[in-house]
């Protein structure tokens, strides 16, 4: 079944301590998002690529870095976590930018930091 | 400050009966309206859209109903079954096609 990947589901991290999240798609999907969800809130962009075009949202702290290699695969990288980065971490995809559609969820990254 | 608000928390009905969650918006430049259902440890998965040029988009038990003058939407789950019982995301989108979320309401289906 095409779908999205996230690896790990759980991940535990230092007080600034840099960590990645992985994400891959099976969809072929040209967009690809990060978004943070902490407990009981709206899931929150931080990031989409488009294709190799990469697109900040203008309140996304600059702790937040975000590569994609190529098509199938995208990562969140956090330089130095503090404890509010403490949250989950959702990917998702979309076929492109210039019609409405859904977008695709994978299971998300819960990020714990000591 | 929010643009899309699901102002109920959490909702609980009885197996069988009509379940109608509940959204509004501020952002009169959305045109295209989606419902997630979220379990527990697992991402979003999405239910059914709408586009702001229809008032309603049934799939199966699933209803979304968009009323624009009003700012507000709701989606219709009849009957409801326990399995449908999650967490419910509204969410919209307009001309730059990125999705604004609510906070969600958590749906119980009693047996």
């Known amino acids: 079944d095409a779908m999205v990947i996230q690896n790990p589901r759980y991940q535990v991290t230092q007080f600034g301590k840099p960590v990645t999240l992985s994400c891959s798609q099976t969809?072929?999907?040209?967009?690809m998002y990060w978004y943070q969800q902490k407990s009981s809130q709206a899931p929150k962009l931080l990031f989409h690529?488009?294709?190799?075009?990469?697109?900040n949202e203008a309140d996304t702290p600059d702790n937040f870095q975000s590569r994609r290699p190529n098509t199938s695969f995208c990562f969140l990288d956090i330089r130095s976590p503090g404890l509010g980065d403490a949250a989950m971490y959702l990917c998702?995809?979309?076929?492109?930018?210039?019609?409405?559609?859904?977008?695709?969820f994978g299971d998300g990254t819960r990020l714990s930091i000591l | 400050d929010q643009q899309v608000k699901q102002n109920s928390p959490s909702l609980s009905v009885q197996e069988g009966r009509i379940s109608i969650l509940n959204c509004d918006y501020t952002?009169?430049?959305?045109?295209?309206f989606l419902w997630y259902k979220k379990y527990p440890a697992e991402g979003p998965t999405f239910l059914i859209s709408?586009?702001?040029?229809?008032d309603k988009n049934e799939d199966g038990r699933f209803t979304v109903f968009l009323n624009k003058s009003a700012k507000h939407l709701s989606l219709h789950i009849v009957p409801s079954q326990p399995g449908d019982s999650a967490v419910y995301f509204c969410?919209?989108?307009?001309?730059?096609?990125?999705?604004?979320f609510g906070k969600g309401t958590l749906l119980t289906v009693n047996p």
């Open positions: 952002n009169s430049m959305f045109d295209y």
């Open positions: 969809l072929n999907h040209n967009v």
């Open positions: 998702a995809t979309s076929r492109d930018l210039r019609e409405n559609q859904p977008q695709h």
């Open positions: 969410a919209a989108s307009g001309s730059n096609y990125k999705l604004t």
């Open positions: 709408i586009s702001s040029i229809k």
């Open positions: 690529y488009y294709d190799k075009d990469f697109n």
